[in-house]
């Protein structure tokens, strides 16, 4: 009993000493005291810092500020018709953005944007209800520059009941969870464990960071601050020390679709662990209908560059901390890195000069597709709109024939 009354009384003293050192240090992780945040890596990784600031990976979830939010308010495409009665309504109240929707004239609900999820081709957004996040009715496509209904959702009536599940954030973000941790990470237990199906918002770590993908560096930012005359890497997993299929896990984690069966939290993930132990797909990995939404690790894993090369993973085309290049002659020259002494045949070499074929390889083998997992409608129209991205799945169309 009174051994039990030492060591409660030794955790209180740890806690508070723990909460004091984090309070000399401003800021404390919701992850766990292992973990020093982004903006603890700038003041060393400056090029990495920039480049990752402007990258889609970093903007995968953001508070819903305006900056951050795209689309029309009040003027311009602003309103989406569901039928003669209903409507919704992008507006701009304060320093606040809602859908509002109007039934004859009269307002009836109005919900605020709180979170939005992406920007390159398109963003949707959520609202708070009872402590979770429900996504908002119509999300915003670059490809129209318009409001369209969000993936999934009715174009005939406004729908506002679609909880955001933790799977969204497990991809889309660095954390959520229903409490804050203040011991280390790995040292979470039944006190600490992320149970109850709630979110705080105070966990919240947006978009994904540089320790989502390298793992916490606490250890690693205080050592070097500790010992600014050492330029080799401490206590922090090395990319260059992992094995093809862990790099492949590192991106597959997010990169390969999220049909199959669920152990552990992706959150729990570090650089180095695998994946199979995470998530393991229950689909045939030759199947040929891999979604080129959210999957380009399975399509690039059918591409006989992938198969023949024994090297090749997402790093051979991606810089991580950037996004993809929209200059599609760059590609090329990763591509005659190990197609050096192409030839194609004459019929190829006959729809384009050879200069224009050296420079657009991507055009031809990686060809945009639509996805059938994304498909939306418009203002007052019964027509699907598609969701076009570039296939993974490197090889011969019968397109490239024309
Ligand atoms: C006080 C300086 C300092 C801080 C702060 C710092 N690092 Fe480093 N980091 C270094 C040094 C020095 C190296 C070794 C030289 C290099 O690769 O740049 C390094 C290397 C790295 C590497 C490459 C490891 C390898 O061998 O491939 C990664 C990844 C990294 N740091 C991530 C981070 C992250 C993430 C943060 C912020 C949470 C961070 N660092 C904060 C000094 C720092
Ligand atoms: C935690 C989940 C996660 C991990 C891990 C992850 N990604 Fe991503 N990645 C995403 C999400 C989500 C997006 C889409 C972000 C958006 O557009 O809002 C994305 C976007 C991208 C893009 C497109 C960027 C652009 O705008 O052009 C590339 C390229 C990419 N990831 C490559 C990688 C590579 C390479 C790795 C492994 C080193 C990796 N990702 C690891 C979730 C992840
Ligand atoms: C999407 C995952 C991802 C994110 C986010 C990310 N990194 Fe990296 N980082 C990588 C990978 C993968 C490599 C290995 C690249 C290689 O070997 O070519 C790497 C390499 C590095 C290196 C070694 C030098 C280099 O550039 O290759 C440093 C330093 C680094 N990252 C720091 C950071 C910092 C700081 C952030 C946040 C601002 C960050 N990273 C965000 C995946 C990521
Ligand atoms: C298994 C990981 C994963 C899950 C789960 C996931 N996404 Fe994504 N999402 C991605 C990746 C990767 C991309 C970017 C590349 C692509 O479209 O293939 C993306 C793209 C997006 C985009 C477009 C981003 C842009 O910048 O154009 C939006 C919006 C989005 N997701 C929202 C959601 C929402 C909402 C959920 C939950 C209902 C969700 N995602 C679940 C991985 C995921
Ligand atoms: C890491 C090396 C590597 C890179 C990078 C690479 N490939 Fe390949 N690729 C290969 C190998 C190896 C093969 C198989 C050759 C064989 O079968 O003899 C191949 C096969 C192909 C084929 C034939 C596919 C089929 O189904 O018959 C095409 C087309 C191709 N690559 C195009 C590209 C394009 C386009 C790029 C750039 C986007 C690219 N490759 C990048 C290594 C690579
Ligand atoms: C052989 C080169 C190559 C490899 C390997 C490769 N990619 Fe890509 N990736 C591309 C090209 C080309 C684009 C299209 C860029 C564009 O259209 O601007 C692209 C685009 C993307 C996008 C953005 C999709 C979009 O349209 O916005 C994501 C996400 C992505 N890649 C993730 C990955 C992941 C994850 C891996 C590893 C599983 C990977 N890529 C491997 C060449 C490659
Ligand atoms: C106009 C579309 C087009 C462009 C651009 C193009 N290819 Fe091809 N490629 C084809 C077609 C069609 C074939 C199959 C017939 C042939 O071999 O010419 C082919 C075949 C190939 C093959 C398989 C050859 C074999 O012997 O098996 C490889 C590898 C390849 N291309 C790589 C590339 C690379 C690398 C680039 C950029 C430098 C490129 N292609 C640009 C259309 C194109």
Redesign the pocket.
């Known amino acids: 009993m009174k051994k039990t009354r030492i060591l409660f009384a030794v955790v209180i003293l740890i806690a508070f000493f723990a909460s004091c050192k984090n309070e000399s240090d401003n800021y404390i992780d919701p992850r766990g005291t292992d973990y020093a945040g982004s903006e603890s890596c700038i003041q060393c990784h400056q090029v990495q810092y920039n480049m990752s600031l402007q990258s889609?990976h970093l903007k995968a979830t953001a508070p819903a500020i305006s900056g951050n939010v795209l689309g029309n308010f009040d003027k311009g495409n602003h309103t989406f018709i569901y039928d003669k009665d209903t409507k919704l309504v992008m507006e701009k109240r304060n320093d606040s953005l809602y859908q509002v929707l109007y039934k004859n004239g009269k307002e009836v609900q109005a919900h605020r944007f709180e979170i939005v999820?992406?920007?390159?081709?398109?963003?949707?957004s959520v609202y708070w209800r009872n402590n979770n996040t429900y996504?908002l009715p119509l999300?915003y496509y670059n490809a129209i520059n318009n409001w369209a209904t969000s993936p999934g959702f009715p174009a005939d009536k406004p729908y506002f009941d679609r909880k955001?599940?933790r799977?969204?954030y497990?991809?889309?973000s660095s954390n959520i969870s229903s409490r804050s941790v203040n011991q280390k990470s790995d040292e979470v237990n039944f006190l600490s464990a992320d149970v109850e199906d709630v979110i705080n918002k105070k966990t919240i770590v947006y978009g994904i960071d540089c320790e989502r993908c390298h793992g916490p560096a606490k250890k690693h930012a205080e050592f070097h601050l500790k010992n600014p005359d050492i330029k080799v890497a401490n206590s922090i997993v090395s990319y260059k020390t992992l094995n093809r299929q862990q790099k492949l896990d590192a991106c597959a984690l997010?990169?390969a679709?999220?049909d199959g069966m669920k152990m552990k939290s992706r959150f729990d993930f570090k650089p180095g662990d695998n994946l199979s132990e995470f998530y393991r797909s229950t689909r045939d990995p030759n199947d040929t209908t891999f979604d080129?939404?959210?999957n380009?690790f399975r399509l690039m894993s059918q591409s006989k560059c992938f198969i023949k090369s024994e090297k090749m993973d997402c790093i051979t085309c991606h810089n991580p901390h950037e996004n993809a290049s929209k200059n599609l002659a760059s590609y090329s020259k990763i591509c005659m890195s190990c197609h050096q002494g192409l030839k194609h045949n004459d019929t190829t070499l006959k729809t384009m000069s050879g200069s224009l074929l050296a420079n657009n390889c991507v055009e031809c083998h990686m060809p945009k597709k639509m996805s059938n997992a994304i498909k939306f409608q418009i203002s007052n129209s019964k027509q699907m709109s598609n969701y076009i991205?570039r296939t993974h799945k490197i090889g011969i169309y019968s397109g490239n024939k024309k």
């Open positions: 889609s999820f992406g920007s390159k081709h398109a963003q949707t996504e999300s955001i599940e799977d969204c497990a991809c889309h997010c990169h679709g999220n080129v939404h959210g380009q991205l």
